[in-house]
Structures are given as C-alpha cells and as structure tokens.
C-alpha cells in the first residue's frame, strides 16, 4: 500500500514533467502512440533454416518474443508502468500471449503469461514458450478459472467485483502470484501471433485495467515493393509486419527511438540471441544516490570553471 506494489518498485528522482504525465493524461487509450517495425522475411526464414539443420526448430513467435524480451533489458525505463498517477519499475519482464487451444474445432482463446529475467537467451526462451502452450493447451489455467467464475455472476456483483479489483490493485494489495497467474493485463508486452490465424497485422488498442504498456501484433508474411538504400533500386521482399502500440508516459522519445533501433539491430543479427546479453549493451538505470553524486560533481565542476574564468579576467584587467 501508499506507493508499493509486488511486481514493481516506484521510480524516484524522476523531473517533474514526468511525474505530472500520468496526470496529464490519466488513462493507457488516451497515452498511446502507435508504430510498425518491418521485418524482413530472410532474417527470420535464415536463421530457422540454420538451426533446423543443428536439429532444433523455431517458429516465428519464439524468435519475435526473444527479441522484445532483449530490448526490455537494454532498454529498462521501457519496462515501466503507471498505476494511481505513480510510475513503477517492473520487477521481471512478463509476456502475456494469446492462444487458440483448437483452431479446427474453433475453441475458444485463453491466455499464457511467460515471465523472464531478460538474460535468457533465444534457447531458454523456445523451451519456456513450448513449455507453457502445452501446458495452457492441455489444462485449464488459473485465467480462465478465475474469469469462468466471475461470469457467473450477476452483472451488478460483476461490476461490485472488478471495482474492488482496480482499488486494491491501486492500492497494492494484490499479491504477485495472483497478478501473475490470473491477470493477463499486468504484464510488460501483451503479445499476438496473428501470423497463426493468417491475419495481417493491426494496431491494438492498452486496456486501461492492469498495466500493461506495450502490445505487438505480429502479422502474416507479404510481399512488398522494399528501396535499396544504397542503390535506391526497388524491388519485391517478403515482409513480417508488427504492429506496437505503447504507453508513451514512461520516458522521452529519443528512449523509446533508440529502443526501436535496438530492435532492428537485433533483427540484423539473430545470432546475438544465442548468448545473454552484454553488460554494455544494457542502459542502466542510475539510481537518486547516483544522480544526486552527479549534480554535486556539475556544481563542483561549474564553480571551478567559473573561478578559472574570473581569474583570466583579471589578469586581463591588470595587463591591460
């Protein structure tokens, strides 16, 4: 309670614009910004070619999901949320995903939540996605108990029930493993493989309930007409489209660019995911204590400057 949460810690040393963002703008659909990142089909279709000839076998979706979880770590102020106009710091990156358990017999979707530390590489990634399908597919998860039990009620107990949800979520009192097993909508992304529906790609919509601030819909491959940027010359690529729709109240832009760009580097070389990754390659987040020391050094510094040039000054004065 008052500013403490399970699965996050409140940021501090923030400036004051953005700490009055969330009340500027107090809801995720009122804050969303939304791009696309174009994939080249090779980069994807290259990489799966030279791992199914070592004997393992990736799909689209663990390759897509290995690489938001590497730019959550490098880029950690991404992996923030809002909650009760204060921001937070996410303990651990979690990927909520959407799955149809029978796309022949047209069951109905449920939801599995995968939870990293972002030092996995992309092996440790396939094994914990294909651990959790089978297990989603073959059982029926904690989501879906939880949600079959509430829609059995009247709707104004419905109602009575989801409010007191969002106040002690608010207010923190919900514990992590409840967060975590039944709520897909507290989570760092909310992933959609819509490639495995054969739909193109969209731009979600945040749920205002939880705090979730990023979603990717991943679509199906296309052709498309693609300039060399060396020779300006145009011709037809396979393309992956995914749209993302992200919080834009976490950080300045200039982060979230460089946070797209980092992505696309990592496109450019699969390889990378094939070991943890680097320390430098990681933007640590400075802490107040650090922050603070920095300042005192600036000051120190501008005074030292500052007296240097009274002394020249001075000196001129004299000579002249």
Known sequence: MFGRRPDGKKVKGLDGLT???PLF??????????LTISVPAAKF???IAAKRAEGVTYAYRDIAIAILVRAFKMF??????IIGGRIYQRNHIDVSMALQKNLRAGDDETIAKLRFSGNETITDVKKKNDEII????????????????????PLFVMKIAVGFLRLFDRLGMLTDKLLFNASPFHCSIFFSDLKSIRLDKIYHH?????????????????????????THEVKAEKIIEVGISTDERFTDGLYYSNFVRAINKIISDLSCLERPPLDDEI??????????????VKKKEIKAIKKELKKESRAKTKAA
């Open 134 to 153: 089978l297990k989603t597919i073959s059982e029926t998860n904690k989501t879906d108990t939880i949600s079959d039990g509430l829609g059995k009620l």
């Open 283 to 296: 933007r640590h987040i400075k802490t107040v204590k650090q922050i603070k020391i920095e300042k005192k």
């Open 76 to 81: 950690p102020k991404c992996n923030r949320f």
């Open 25 to 34: 703008m107090k809801s995720r659909e009122g804050s969303v910004n939304y």
């Open 206 to 230: 945040l749920y205002n309930f939880g705090n979730c601030g990023f979603f990717a819909a991943m679509g199906r491959e296309k052709w498309l007409p693609v300039a060399d940027q060396i």
């Open 19 to 21: 700490k009055m963002m």
């Open 45 to 47: 279709d290259e990489f």
